[in-house]
């Protein structure tokens, strides 16, 4: 696989893409056209209307939020052109896509940064199939609003019995008015990042976005009755971990951060920041029905997107607090989730890595990984090839969604218990609890690792994994 890329990168100097699309593979590979797409992405400021008649002066993509959707099928190579018309460096990060080490977008560490009024192309191969999204990986500029969706479809398309009458991706973001470093200034300055334990708050979110509208501008998910309809929910937000519910339905999960797991039909789940789940909703229950959406721990509401049945007429009703038939019935754990497929035999980890989440006021206003704050932090060296387990151990009252580049990772052990195995790349480690990970460092290259809370990254939360 790795000589066949190589090929390719070899024969794109010096044919250029356009007689690659064309050439004959030699026969002893298989035989595969190779589609190139190309993308062309933006990085400026711009006012965008949220609805309601709110708007908001910030940075996005291609003037739109979220960004343009990229979608392509697996096995494409993909081909993307950063402009950069920010009065900062930026750079683009393929949340979850393994990437080849030099195009995963973290400037100091796989790439120099994108200076202002310079361009950078992105290039690499569309696979596996599944859900992800991009954004840039400088400072807090996530938090202006600078992401969108990646959707890499199944090579071979569905059986038609489980294949969805309609999609939809939604993107959940929380809506900060200030500029993020304002935000993290007066977080800093209230001592805001927690108390003994770490607890603490969060930045002085002005409210939640679907799709990057408020609830009262937000475009209603519009189905007929009987369909399947598949929605691929990403949560893209900075310090916000929601739950999501659409009333008079249950939501089946059917992929865990864009990965097939077996299919679960729950009232709820909780979203951690840079996870995605695919659901399907069977719309047997015709009406205009609330999807609700919000920070996890509140009994307000963020944002309720219309999931409208063609059919009907009607208003959406007001949801001031969260349906307790959302809240009190089934979510999603963890341990809910099995692979869709028997796994191959489970390699037994040769390393072991224990990874104490610390930090709070108590740390000086640091977020730490086993005592200390990056970049004052020690580089995780591995070697190629081998099965790693890391083990993050909570030791706050906050809950840290941990991100691990250029690879998946199989759940091993969530909430105390052992879980069945599936594959992610972003999981939510609750307060005080452990959670495991298994991974095989097969991707060459500097990594990063951290938690995917932005304000906690920045504040050190964060590692070089290299392999
Ligand atoms: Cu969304 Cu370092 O990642
Ligand atoms: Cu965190």
Redesign the pocket.
């Known amino acids: 696989m790795r000589t066949t890329i190589a090929r390719r990168e070899f024969l794109q100097q010096t044919l250029g893409a356009a007689a690659l699309a064309a050439l004959p593979l030699p026969r002893s590979r298989p035989a595969v056209q190779l589609a190139v797409r190309d993308f062309s992405l933006v990085a400026r400021a711009t006012t965008i209307d949220v609805g309601g008649g709110r708007t908001w002066p910030t940075w996005v993509y291609n003037g739109i939020l979220p960004g343009p959707e990229l979608r392509v099928r697996e096995g494409e190579r993909i081909r993307v052109v950063l402009t950069n018309e920010l009065p900062d460096p930026t750079s683009i990060h393929w949340h979850g896509l393994p990437v080849p080490n030099g195009m995963d977008g973290v400037p100091g560490l796989t790439q120099a940064p994108v200076m202002p009024g310079e361009t950078f192309t992105y290039e690499f191969d569309a696979a596996p199939a599944g859900t992800y999204f991009y954004h840039p990986h400088v400072g807090l500029q996530l938090d202006r609003g600078l992401y969108g969706a990646l959707i890499i479809e199944p090579k071979e398309a569905l059986p038609l019995a489980s294949r969805p009458d309609r999609e939809y991706v939604l993107m959940l973001d929380d809506w900060l008015t200030i500029e993020p470093e304002a935000a993290l200034a007066q977080m800093l300055r209230q001592g805001g990042m927690g108390g003994m334990m770490g607890g603490g708050r969060e930045p002085a979110y002005a409210g939640y976005l679907g799709n990057g509208r408020l609830t009262a501008g937000a475009d209603p998910i519009t189905v007929a009755r009987d369909e399947r309809v598949k929605l691929r929910i990403i949560n893209a937000s900075s310090a916000t971990t929601h739950r999501v519910g659409l009333e008079g339905h249950q939501l089946v999960v059917t992929h865990a951060d864009g990965q097939a797991v077996a299919p679960v039909a729950v009232d709820s789940l909780i979203i951690g920041m840079g996870e995605r789940y695919d659901v399907v909703v069977e719309a047997g229950n015709p009406g205009v029905w609330p999807l609700v959406v919000g920070p996890a721990d509140s009994a307000v509401p963020g944002v309720v997107v219309p999931f409208v049945y063609a059919s009907s007429t009607g208003r959406l009703r007001p949801v001031t607090v969260w349906p307790s038939s959302l809240t009190r019935a089934r979510t999603l754990r963890y341990a809910d989730l099995t692979p869709e497929a028997m796994p191959g035999p489970q390699v037994q980890p040769v390393t072991t890595l224990d990874l104490a ?1 610390g930090g709070g006021m108590m740390s000086g206003n640091r ?1 730490t990984i086993n005592g200390q704050a990056y970049p004052d932090a020690d580089t995780l060296r591995l070697t190629r090839g081998e099965t790693v387990r890391l083990s993050f151990r909570n030791r706050t009252m ?4 941990m991100h691990l580049h250029g690879h998946f990772f199989r759940l091993m052990r969530a909430g105390g218990v052992p879980v069945p195995g599936i594959t992610k790349d972003t999981v939510i480690v609750e307060p005080m609890q452990q959670v495991d990970v298994d991974f095989t460092a097969d991707n060459p290259g500097r990594w990063f690792l951290h ?3 932005l304000y ?2 920045e504040l050190g ?1 964060a590692r070089v994994v290299e392999i």
């Open positions: 989440l977020w906050m809950r840290h969604p938690c995917h809370h906690h990254m939360m």
